[in-house]
């Protein structure tokens, strides 16, 4: 029997390169799907460069995924392409569209043309709760998006799910909570807090600007969140699932433990940015994840106070380097 072959857009980023990963592991053909730039970004997958194919396509260009479908013929296909940082879907509304809603419907219908047996996985968003209707959020909780982000995902969300019912494909969306590591870019707030502590820690910054510390969210480890992407294609019925750790953490429990982990007193480096908090904030994200359990039989084995202290310690290691000026920042 032939390897199985898993498709990845969005491999280079987090979860697509622990996702990558996991797929290797488990004996996987893995293709790694990359728009086609100037400036290559491969530094998370650079260590499994020599087992994974790399082919170039466009979440904006339907042909190219056409093609691509065509002459990869993926068993399974994880699409984690996305513009995922929130706060800049205020200031490039349409290019998010393009991306995080439409760019699905591409991805679906190169699926339907090409390989309708292929299984799809979305990558939802806890963002698309916004608003909460309730708490905890469950599958069955309406959507009240806060972000141009969020709203695009609502969108592909609910367009994999058409195509589901439309057309009977394989497919399935994981609304994934807030998911990090040290893998996490540094524009996302947890990477910011960690990377700054580190770099206040060694003298290399002064302070650490924030906007909203009351904001709270329920915080896993992208290891984990992969596993249940994994498994929702292994099922033998496709479907929806919340991936979370039923734990919410303000913004300062994030700050007070980073900032403890290396034995400083965080409100004598934290300065209150007015100028970063959200045009329509969301103030609580608190995921119910018993569906993955009993129908996936996955769980979060990292907590959230190892999950800071793991990201702190790998920017204290990245920024130690960088001051012996012997490697690139990330």
């Known amino acids: 029997m032939s390897r199985r072959t898993a498709l990845i857009t969005g491999i280079t980023g987090q979860d697509g390169s622990y996702l990558a990963e996991l797929l290797l592991e488990k004996g996987y053909r893995v293709v790694g799907m990359v728009r086609r730039s100037s400036a290559e970004n491969f530094y998370r997958i650079e260590h499994i460069r020599d087992r994974i194919e790399l082919e170039q396509a466009d979440l904006l260009d339907q042909y190219s995924l056409i093609d691509l479908m065509r002459r990869t013929r993926p068993d399974e296909v994880y699409n984690l392409a996305a513009m995922s940082f929130v706060p800049t879907s205020w200031s490039q509304p ?70 589901r019912e439309s057309y009977g494909l394989f497919a399935c969306s994981g609304i994934l909570f807030n998911h990090e590591s040290p893998r996490r870019g540094k524009e996302f707030v947890t990477r910011k807090v960690s990377d700054a502590v580190a770099r206040i820690k060694l003298g290399l910054q002064p302070e650490l600007r924030l906007g909203n510390l009351a904001a709270r969210r329920d915080w896993g480890f992208a290891g984990d969140y992969v596993r249940a992407m994994w498994l929702m294609l292994q099922q033998s019925e496709p479907a929806d699932y919340v991936v979370a750790t039923g734990e919410a953490h303000s913004v300062q429990d994030l700050v007070e433990i980073a900032f403890s982990h290396v034995g400083l007193d965080w409100k004598s480096h934290v300065v209150i940015d007015p100028a970063l908090t959200r045009p329509a904030e969301v103030d609580t994200l608190l995921g119910d994840w018993s569906l993955a359990r009993e129908k996936l039989g996955w769980q979060p084995k990292v907590s959230f106070a190892e999950l800071v202290a793991m990201m702190v310690d790998s920017d204290l290691a990245i920024a130690a380097a960088e001051a012996r000026g012997n490697a690139p920042a990330r």
């Open 94 to 163: 349409v290019l998010t569209a393009e991306f995080d809603a439409t760019g699905v419907t591409r991805v679906l219908e190169a699926i339907r043309l090409t390989n309708p047996e292929a299984r799809f996985y979305q990558a939802s968003s806890s963002e698309m709760f916004g608003k909460v209707r309730e708490v905890p959020q469950r599958e069955t909780t309406a959507f009240h998006p806060r972000s141009p982000y969020g709203v695009a995902k609502v969108y592909g969300h609910y367009i994999t799910q058409n195509y």
